[in-house]
């Protein structure tokens, strides 16, 4: 059943020829709108999260539905066919249920904010935002409990709803959904900067119309889609084979003592179509570590990882989505059946771009990325601060990026890369805790003719009686090395008690109670390198190495001898290179440190944890017959 869209005028509109000049000022004019989008939100809204971190995606899309500038791919199209009422002038649409809109969000925590864009009757546009909500309830602060067993347990769930009907805000739905917040003042204030910023966009758009006219406006954006189909076209011709390629890889554990849990993916192209098969996935987890991959949310991924290898003029938009098609199970891991708890999918999310690297890249090695987009590392601290006010951090970490064909990774950099970190006084001045360290981690980043980017040690000195809850992964299986490259670190978590005792964190925990003068080591892991080691300038190392990024034994690695004072000893190097080259075995397309088997064998020498257990499947998958 579709919605009923209430339009008072029903002309189709005209098909009009556009010059290149007009076509490039409209193109320009939406791009900025879409940067004014996110202004108008981290200016005005509360929450560190979105304020510093800019957790938050916009979206303007053509009057179909099809996003032309924003990131997260469009969902409006399978908004108005699933919803079962009117869409007119004046509504503004919000849900936080990824499984009512298949994913769209990924987790309760994400408020969806949809607009249509009407122009004398007609709609043009549809405007559209989500961010993340620091609290939306649910069993522990942050919204984001590891072992919740179903949706229910994760706080308050919004169907698609009209928050805005006729441009009056349902005041009393609106006083539901803060009453049933622990951080109500930032959820106010973070959803009346996402409107905001609709409001924008519609204002925008009809500064466009007003100057070109509205066919005009519709052909320019149906040509900005055209232009993005025969770019991508173009890539996918020349990067998808024909042949398939398959390739694995694993998230370490649920957070309730099991795992890994496998991923699995085979991609082939027939005719002009990319498929992109998840058959061979590990059935869906009974703790909330589950990720709802939206298709359309994969093709995102796939046209911003294509656009950025490539061609970054490309503007990226919905325009080649129906040049890719994407299967994925039901019951799996990543696409899970309802209610499923969902809120600590992040560790999947990152996961994706690895898989994706190592799937496609098999077939240019020398374009392939190591591991290390492999996670979106959480930290949330709340209690009473000793004036008896309620403090809540949400906070998103830094891991270190992977090397690429092109040069290094960046050391302790974002997954996303339009996040930024939450500034270090900003933290000290709004909630109760001190940074002690906030330092690179030294040869966390493989070994490799480009180093993979080291991970982020942030000491966390907490100055008030509270709970944390860490959320990451990494910890038992490295972010892989490439062509040679080395894998990088692990992450691991260190809290040191002011009593002096001293315990090692799982990498998903909650309800860990901390007390004034306690420490946590934050230890994020480090990317994978790419190639050859041995091929490194060995000045490079030195400089690395005078840049406390790795040490002199970690140089070693490289085949580089350093003296006392750092500096390089050649010949030695020289020797040491040579002996390495001899005696190694063949160099392999990937390096992962070792089979899962092996790692598990190792892990609590190398990480302080206990290894998982073998995951457990629900019985009732079997009787379904979806897993035999």
Known sequence: MAAKIIQTDATPFKSVALDSIALDIIENALRNARTEMDAVLFRTAMSPGIREQHDAFPMIANNDGKMVVGQFGSFIHGFVHGYEGTIEEGDIFLTNDPYSCNGAVSHLNDWLTMMPIYHKGRIVSWAAMFGHMTDVGGKVPGSLPTDAAQIFEEGLQIPPIKIYRNGKLNTEMHALLLRNSRMPHWNRADFDAIVAALRLAERRVHEIIARFGVDEYIAAMREMLDRNRRAMSAIIQMVVPEKTQTFEDYIDDDGVGMGPYKIACRMWREGDKAIFDFAGTDPQSISSVNFLLNEEMFKMFLGAFFINLFDPQILFNDGFYELVDVRIPE????????????????HLLGRIFDIMGGVLGQGAPEALNAAGFSDSPHLMYSGYDKNGDWYQLFQIGFGGIPGRPAGDGPDGHSLWPAFTNVPNEFLESNFPLRINEYSSIPDSGGAGKHRGGNGVCTAYEFLAEGQISIHDDRWLTHPWGVNGGKPGGRSSKLLKRVDGTQEWLPAKCDRIKVSDGDVLYYNTWGG?????????????????????????????RYGVVLGANGALDSEATQRLRTRIEAERPPIEMFDRGGTVEELRARCKAETHLEPPKPPVFAKWMKKSGVFA
């Open 331 to 346: 019951a799996t891991i990543i696409k899970p059946r309802r209610p499923a708890a969902l809120s600590c999918r992040t």
């Open 528 to 556: 994978g390198g790419w190639g050859d080691p041995l091929q490194r300038d060995a000045e490079l190392v030195a400089l690395d190495c005078r840049r406390g990024l790795v040490t002199k034994e970690g140089a070693l």
